[in-house]
């Protein structure tokens, strides 16, 4: 795979080790071991019936409920979310099984993930998930290893691209 950026030009080289990719909705992290994408993480409770605020990481944000079962990080806990309502970015939602504000309560804080492999598959060439960008090795045009993809923030303008050099800076 290769892409390219102003001059440089990325190729696909898996690093090994947890990547992460940074947004302004926040921080989602890829862990290859077991290849999960953190798609959103509960905020806390709203209201007395359960429900519970989700600062979702995926575009549009509602979209973190078309995934099916989210887990833990563990994949030991997995949880039924569906949307209740949205005011911007703030998703209100409910979780199976959970019907009052103390058992909200003591989801925050909680990441909600993915398996890599239950993102949909994208068809079209010129599209692609941040997180297959990390860990690209990144070439000058003559073809000089730069260094590596680290993350990819989105601040609402355009995606930005860090890249950590070969050299460590």
Same mark, same amino acid.
């Given at each position: 795979?290769?892409?390219?950026?102003?001059?440089?030009?990325?190729?696909?080289?898996?690093?090994?080790?947890?990547?992460?990719?940074? *947004?302004?909705?926040?921080?989602?992290?890829?862990?290859?071991?077991?290849?999960?994408?953190?798609?959103?993480?509960?905020?806390?409770?709203?209201?007395?019936?359960?429900?519970?605020?989700?600062? *979702?990481?995926?575009?549009?944000?509602?979209?973190?409920?078309? @995934?099916?079962?989210?887990?833990?990080?563990?994949?030991?806990?997995?949880?039924?979310?569906?949307?209740?309502?949205?005011?911007?970015?703030?998703?209100?939602?409910?979780?199976?099984?959970?019907?009052?504000?103390?058992?909200?309560?003591?989801?925050?804080?909680?990441?909600?993930?993915?398996?890599?492999?239950?993102?949909?598959?994208?068809?079209?060439?010129?599209?692609? @998930?941040?997180?297959?960008?990390?860990?690209?090795?990144?070439?000058?045009?003559?073809?000089?290893? @730069?260094? @590596?993809?680290?993350?990819?923030?989105?601040?609402?303008?355009?995606?930005?691209?860090?890249?950590?050099?070969?050299?460590?800076?």
């Amino acid at each position: 795979d290769q892409i390219f950026i102003d001059g440089l030009h990325m190729k696909r080289q898996d690093k090994g080790g947890s990547h992460t990719v940074s *947004s302004a909705k926040g921080t989602a992290s890829r862990d290859p071991a077991q290849n999960l994408l953190c798609l959103g993480v509960i905020t806390g409770p709203v209201g007395i019936c359960g429900h519970i605020r989700v600062k *979702s990481f995926t575009t549009p944000p509602e979209k973190i409920a078309d @995934y099916g079962l989210l887990r833990d990080m563990s994949g030991h806990v997995q949880f039924d979310l569906s949307i209740v309502r949205q005011r911007g970015d703030v998703l209100t939602a409910r979780l199976a099984g959970v019907d009052n504000r103390d058992m909200a309560q003591s989801f925050k804080g909680q990441s909600l993930f993915i398996e890599r492999q239950n993102l949909p598959v994208i068809d079209e060439e010129e599209l692609y @998930y941040h997180t297959d960008l990390i860990g690209m090795a990144v070439e000058t045009k003559d073809g000089l290893l @730069y260094g @590596y993809v680290r993350a990819v923030h989105d601040f609402g303008a355009g995606d930005l691209i860090e890249v950590v050099r070969a050299n460590g800076e």
